[in-house]
């Protein structure tokens, strides 16, 4: 088997290849299988990579050495292929999707226990030919969520200060936009705040809408926000973040499933785990067991579900 390490330059606003190939060639001394870091040179070149792995056929281990976007692009170019596995290595700027595992996220930072791992089948979210292994939005946050790129390169907006610079700032340009949702019975046309699609647990540098999402579990847990006011918000976003969304059923629906269509009036931007595109209609859906996860040894979270 084949290990190799996609280094994103500049995740995190650092370069990090001196030191993951450091950390890499310390973990290999014992391990006499072939690897390679790899740094990528630019928007989709770490999907690209992953994808013409894929189709060499040989079993490949792909490590995403930076943040969710790194991540998303792995999954992408791994998603349906028996051969390849993937795992994150967060040092990127969100780095949401290891959230999801409390106290052991930090088992994705050590290449030992990450070479002795297993891997588990996960299931993705497919948005318009994309792919998501956690969180995909339409609306305020998604708006929020791609813009915040716009913030993080200056000083004072490291880590979440960028989050929140880009929430005060899309507030103010208007929180709701005509909005068609289709899912399962439920229907609404009208104004509305936003539609959160979760196969995993947290997005937008923390927000946890959904505390119980399993990645494994064949269920989407989907959150439609109504129209709400700039007051109505701040009052909810601290719930909704935390996962409390059913404490305003007035605003907030928890829906169920495992499709659910979105439309606007106009191109809005799709948020995919931190990465975005813009489109009129998103059409969304759950497909099972799409993704080798590399489980490194000693994570116990799956456990439960096996």
């Given amino acids: 088997m084949k290990h190799l390490f996609i280094v994103n330059p500049i995740a995190g606003g650092k370069d990090n290849t001196e030191t993951i190939e450091a950390y890499v060639r310390s973990a290999f001394v014992q391990c006499k299988e072939p690897y390679e870091v790899y740094r990528t040179t630019g928007p989709h070149d770490a999907e690209e990579t992953v994808r013409r792995t894929a189709h060499s056929g040989e079993a490949v281990r792909v490590y995403a050495c930076g943040g969710d976007g790194t991540f998303n692009e792995c999954v992408n170019g791994a998603a349906g292929c028996d051969n390849i596995a993937v795992a994150p290595i967060p040092i990127g700027t969100g780095n949401d999707f ?48 791609i813009n915040v790129h716009r913030y993080s390169s200056l000083p004072f907006c490291k880590g979440g200060g960028a989050y929140v610079v880009s929430a005060v700032v899309e507030l103010f340009k208007g929180i709701t936009r005509n909005m068609t949702l289709t899912c399962g019975d439920f229907s609404f046309s009208g104004k509305a705040t936003l539609c959160c699609v979760c196969n995993g647990r947290y997005y937008g540098g923390g927000f946890n809408p959904s505390p119980d999402a399993m990645p494994d579990d064949g269920i989407l847990d989907i959150y439609f926000v109504r129209e ?6 701040a009052t909810a976003i601290g719930a909704y973040a935390k996962g409390r969304a059913d404490e305003f059923p007035k605003y907030i629906t928890h829906l169920k499933g495992d499709s659910v269509t979105v439309e606007f009036d106009e191109e809005e931007i799709i948020n995919v785990d931190g990465e975005g595109f813009k489109a009129k209609k998103a059409e969304i859906k759950l497909i099972p067991q799409a993704l080798n996860l590399i489980i490194p040894k000693g994570l116990t979270f799956f456990e439960s579900s096996c």
């Fill in 98 to 145: 290891c959230r999801m595992f409390g106290e052991e996220k930090n088992l994705y930072l050590d290449f030992s226990a990450l070479l002795q791992g297993t891997t588990h089948k996960i299931d993705l979210i497919a948005v318009n030919g994309r792919y998501s292994s956690c969180i995909c939005s339409a609306g305020i946050d998604a708006r929020v969520g």
């Fill in 228 to 233: 709400m006011n700039l007051l109505q918000v």
